[in-house]
């Protein structure tokens, strides 16, 4: 049993196939579902992992996917939390009793993540009339994190769907470099080319697969130092613009500078609409992709002696803008993040902000002693 790849006309797509090799028909569906909804094949990667995981348990269970809800020896809430069991604790699971306790194979995020493909492949299952709706969503209150004037006066919240499966978790910190680690970065970069990704990064605050999936047209504008972020489903690299949030960015006038000496002397001899290509390994003229790059931040960040990611160079770019007084929607804006909460992960700064400013403030304006004499007077 594993995940078949496979070439389309759409580019790199997945399927699911078992032990015979014969295709699982149940999953490929839902694959093709979600291919259908323009989901990305990053997405549908992970789903069909996720699945494949799900389909191992199953036959180790002797249960047929779409037996669910009619076998004769558990019920389905039984069955899906066994599978949560087999997830995180495999050893117990199988009998296997440890004299330390045994350490979860998988963290409880993994899990949520997991649990939440099934669910949701159960979900396409029910509504194509192949199994029966299972009971297994709670109605939960939740409301946004920034309180507006007069916030209390007015319902501002509303219910949603919470899976009686999912796991509390802590959102782990935010993490982000500061300009000073920027600079750093950038002064240990050997060629244009790396120095103009950096750049894009935290400078425009792109994603990865963002940077990499511009095409040279999409400089069109350059000159008044405007890219334009074009979302486009058949990358040759796989580069996707996460949920098609096209829009445009502004570069400072050495970030400018760099894309027209990289188009000028690296580009010129290429035949290639892609902006960020090979030029010192892999196969020479061909895009880059999302994994040549991150390894490439393996190294780099060996050579700064500090933890780094392509996606902290963009957090960055966030902390920086909020601490120069950007209002929080205009970071959503300028990001292009369709939820405002995916913003709201940099709250903490706001607060931190909120800290950082009384206290210089205190040191330049301090009262204290003025109105210690005030109290005594009382």
């Not at 998988?106 to 979900?123: A, G």
């Not at 509504?127 to 004037?149: D, H, R, T």
């Not at 919470?162 to 802590?170: D, E, G, H, L």
Request: proline content about 3%; overall charge negative.
């Amino acid at each position: 049993m594993k995940v078949q790849q496979i070439e389309t006309k759409r580019g790199k797509r997945y399927i699911l196939i078992g032990d015979d090799y014969a295709p699982i028909e149940s999953v490929n569906r839902y694959l093709k579902y979600l291919d259908n909804l323009n989901k990305s094949p990053n997405t549908q990667k992970s789903y069909a992992y996720d699945l494949l995981l799900y389909c191992r348990f199953m036959a180790i269970e002797g249960i047929a996917l779409e037996d669910l809800c009619m076998n004769e020896n558990a019920g389905p809430l039984d069955i899906l939390s066994k599978f949560m069991l087999w997830l995180q604790y495999p050893d117990y699971y199988d009998g296997i009793l440890h004299f330390d306790a045994e350490s979860a194979s998988r963290s409880d995020r993994s899990i949520n993540r997991i649990m939440s493909t099934v669910l949701e492949f159960y979900q396409y299952l029910a509504a194509n009339n192949k199994i029966q709706q299972l009971e297994v969503y709670k109605m939960q209150m939740i409301s946004g994190k920034f309180k507006p004037f007069l916030y209390e006066l007015v319902k501002h919240k509303r219910e949603v769907m919470s899976s009686i499966f999912k796991k509390p978790v802590t959102n782990p910190p935010v993490e982000a470099i500061t300009r000073e680690q920027y600079n750093t970065l950038f002064s240990l970069c050997r060629n244009t080319r790396d120095k103009l990704l950096l750049a894009l990064l935290y400078e425009g605050g792109l994603r990865l697969n963002e940077a990499l999936g511009l095409h040279i047209c999409d400089l069109i504008d350059i000159e008044d130092n405007i890219i334009h972020i074009v979302a486009r489903d058949n990358n040759e690299n796989g580069a996707r613009v996460k949920l098609h949030a096209e829009g445009t960015i502004y570069l400072p006038e050495y970030a400018v500078d760099l894309l027209l000496e990289y188009l000028n002397n690296d580009l010129i001899d290429y035949n290639t609409d892609f902006l960020f290509i090979n030029l010192y390994a892999g196969v020479i003229g061909f895009p880059m992709e999302a994994n040549t790059v991150e390894q490439w931040f393996g190294r780099l960040e060996k050579k700064a002696g500090f933890h780094v990611t392509p996606h902290m160079l963009r957090h960055g770019f966030a902390q920086e803008k909020l601490e120069k007084g950007w209002p929080l929607e205009q970071v959503q804006a300028y990001l292009r993040h369709k939820n405002p909460t995916s913003t709201e992960i940099y709250a903490k700064y706001t607060d931190a902000m909120k800290v950082k400013a009384m206290k210089e403030f205190l040191e330049n304006n301090d009262y204290s002693e003025d109105m210690k004499a005030l109290a005594k007077n009382d």
